[in-house]
């Protein structure tokens, strides 16, 4: 017999179990009852640009019922005595929030996440579901549509504070080295699905001719394709054709130097403030972590590369761009010296055992970041400048470029499903009473991955952005 089902809710509202239907092939089946659980469980998102989340199969004829109470509160983990008594059981789960029903078979159809059916024409929640069917745990999400999940969110929300999904070395979709490619979509797919953090390594073309623009993709010392140069300027237009669709979003842009040849940090510099980033209209390049209203329909720039001495003097000789030039290498925990990036880059893994480890230093970030609880201005009826929040990024990324077993898709495929197993059950899990009063506010940070949508599976992205409920629902109170 399998373990009881243990659900968790992780949005901002309360979610009830109101019917247990158990499908077998036995002619007849015979079930004991529940223990009526008075708790509470929160509303769930329908994404609607998922396709990984199947059709619900309507109910066969031979089934029996019981009706039950299970209430889960928001952010609450509930074990329950629901559980199918063989492998040929399904069972088929009723939930109800503010008198709306869903509908959501177990075990899932496929182990990609599922969108609970709604029991009513014109739903006013839609809810999606990740069941880990090893561990008999069943997740709840909120989550807006993808494309335009920022949306939700107040024009003060410090951009810092967001559970951000993001992509390392974004552009590296292309027919390329196995060490070089590390996603298996493009930058417009990417944005589509939710990711708002890109990160891009450039190589200037030509960095003695300050006329000249060309900005080649690069990763590490190669090109990002085999099959010619992708040039920076190409990119640019697909995040502003994006932020043109969708105004309500903003994408964080890390810029680096890397690839062959001389050129220096100043002249990048250079050549981004006199060809790319001068529109205040499309880039927001003060020094500073913004605002959200400040930043919709921008690109953010984070600079990992040093400035021109000129550019040392924008902004009343405070720099140019979020400041995060002196980025510790290969490192579990640091901060930037400007204390606005607190960053977790450990990327030497050797051997196929160190993802162990690599899995262990990004699952301690996750929570560095979960500790937070950010000034909210108008909410919290802030007066003087708040504390900084750093951006907490966490790369769930590594290589070795001679070991296959650590190409970035390989440990991409054990790494992915762990942090998504992490968000799932023990992400800022809370002991001590009611979940909702935990300190923090339960982000993630800027999760940086690898080869997410790999075969349609966006799972990781929906688990980071549903991490967003207790901060949405702080914003609500207010």
Known sequence: MSSPLVIRNLTSKPIEVKRCEY????????????????????????????????????????FVHEDVSIRIDPFQSLKTEIRPQSVDETIHLIFETEGEQHRLETPTPTSNSTTLKPLTDSPRFSYTAVHLTEHSHLTLYSSANLSSWMRSFKDDTPLSALSIPGTHNSPTC??????????????????????????????????????RDGLILVHGVFPISLTGNKYLRDLLT??????????????????KREGTGDATDAQLSRILFDHYAGDPNR?????????????????????????????????????????????ADNTPNATCPSGDVCVQDFYEVLETVNIEKKIQYSQEHLERAAKCCCTLP????VTAPPPKQPFFINFLT?????????????????????????????HNEF?????????????????????????????LVRCIIGMNAKLEMREQDG
Do not use: M
């Open 378 to 381: 108008v909410h919290d009826q």
């Open 23 to 62: 499908h077998g092939t036995a002619p007849s089946l015979s079930r004991g009852g529940f223990t009526n659980i008075s708790q509470n469980v929160t509303s769930l998102f329908r994404n609607a640009t998922s396709p990984a989340a199947p059709p619900v199969v309507e109910p066969a004829t031979n």
């Open 398 to 426: 590594a290589s070795n470029f001679w070991k296959v077993g650590c190409w970035p898709e390989k440990i991409a495929a054990k790494l992915n499903p762990a942090i998504v197993d992490f968000l799932c059950r023990k």
């Open 283 to 327: 880039w927001f390049t003060a020094p500073r972590i913004p605002y959200l209203g400040e930043a919709r329909g921008k690109i953010v720039l984070i600079r990992r590369f040093g400035l021109e001495e000129s550019l040392k003097q924008e902004w009343g000789g405070a720099g140019w761009g979020i400041d995060a030039e002196n980025w």
């Open 238 to 255: 697909e995040v502003y054709t994006f932020l043109d669709r969708n105004p309500s979003e903003t994408v964080i842009l890390s810029l």
């Open 174 to 211: 292309h027919r390329a080295l196995p060490s070089v490619r590390c996603q298996a979509t493009s930058p417009p797919e990417q944005l589509d699905n939710g990711v708002r953090f890109f990160d891009i390594r450039v190589q200037p073309e030509a960095p003695l001719d300050p006329s």
């Open 431 to 459: 002991d001590g009473g009611d979940p909702a009063q935990a300190p923090g506010d339960g982000s993630t940070g800027i999760v940086v991955c690898d080869w997410v949508g790999h075969k349609g599976n966006w799972d």
